[in-house]
């Protein structure tokens, strides 16, 4: 599939890419290929966005990498923000911290879980946690989280390790669980959208230690929803939006662009709520390679040249 020319001298498109299992690479980084591709069609006028279900502090780093400055959506849709420029002022979808203390009381939904993390825009609380937090053991997840693994570099005035619930005074962004059990994941999804039938409850798997992590968000926060306010923001059409996604999370916001690709690697859920699926996986620059056809930018050989 490519862009006519005509139409690509005519428009500027917008661009939006989730991360892990997308843009980045095995080793959870943005490949030279893939940079160097992003930003030349920046260059040419077009707009590039993340759209992942990390947390701001865990994408900024890529963020900055690319040099971007345009808007952000992060935890799946329940913040968006423009991490460049401070008058922005974020769009939030949270939910009731009451909601938090409800699914606390279950004892058939927290017994089976390992660890809790309440997420804020700016802050990190971990419930559950019997001892000090297990920086090996969870290197991968505090990664993800953007905490990185070195104790001694962490920000501790963003994180609390130690918390209780009645620590939570605020309205959650997004409630995580690291559960003890992958068979428990539909029963507790089922049971915390009995208690509030306006969250959504997706899950995935950590790479490295195979973990399963559930979460949690308002129902009103997706990918797609993100997807709408960045093509209204910024005056592109949906049909001139180009998504890539590569698991559930992305399915919305796949369902509602123009060009929508899901990666090679990636689950059944995305590739059949996508138009394309890209020819190489995310470890062999995915993105990039469907990007550079699309655009004319090169031959598009199937290699990492």
């Known amino acids: ?34 940079k160097k591709t992003v930003q030349r069609l920046i260059k040419m006028g077009n707009i590039f966005c993340i759209a992942t279900g990390r947390t701001i502090r865990s994408a900024k780093k ?5 040099g971007l ?85 962490m920000d501790v005035t963003t994180v609390n390790f130690h918390g209780k619930i009645e620590d939570v005074k605020d309205d959650l962004y997004a409630l995580l669980f690291l559960l003890k059990d992958e068979k428990d994941v539909d029963e507790i999804a089922n049971r915390i959208k ?21 979460s949690v968000s308002s129902i009103f926060a997706s990918k797609q929803t993100a997807l709408k306010f960045f093509s209204s923001y910024y005056g592109v059409k949906l049909e001139n939006c180009i998504v890539f996604g590569d698991s559930n999370n992305d399915v919305p916001m796949l369902n509602k662009a123009g060009y929508s690709y899901a990666m090679k690697n990636g689950n059944m859920s995305a590739k059949l709520a996508s138009k394309y699926i890209t020819r190489v996986p995310n470890k062999e620059d995915g993105v990039a390679l469907e990007l550079e056809k699309l655009f004319y930018l090169c031959d598009c050989e199937l290699d990492n040249n």
């Open 1 to 34: 599939m490519r862009i006519k020319k005509e139409r690509k001298e005519e428009n500027k498109y917008l661009i939006v890419s989730d991360l892990d299992g997308t843009l980045l690479d095995q080793n959870s980084e943005i490949s030279p290929r893939t």
């Open 62 to 66: 890529y963020y900055d990498e690319l």
């Open 69 to 153: 400055n345009t808007l952000m959506s992060n935890l799946d849709g329940s913040i968006i923000s423009n991490p460049s420029d401070k008058s922005f002022r974020p769009l939030n979808f949270t939910f009731s911290k009451n909601i938090l203390f409800e699914i606390f009381q279950n004892p058939k939904i927290i017994n089976k879980v390992e660890l809790a993390i309440v997420e804020g825009i700016d802050s990190c609380m971990f419930i559950n946690q019997t001892d000090k937090i297990n920086i090996e053991k969870d290197k991968e997840l505090l990664t993800f989280l953007g905490f990185g693994a070195d104790e001694e570099k």
């Open 194 to 214: 009995d208690i509030a039938g306006t969250l959504s409850v997706l899950s995935w798997e950590l790479k490295d230690t195979k973990e399963i992590v559930v």
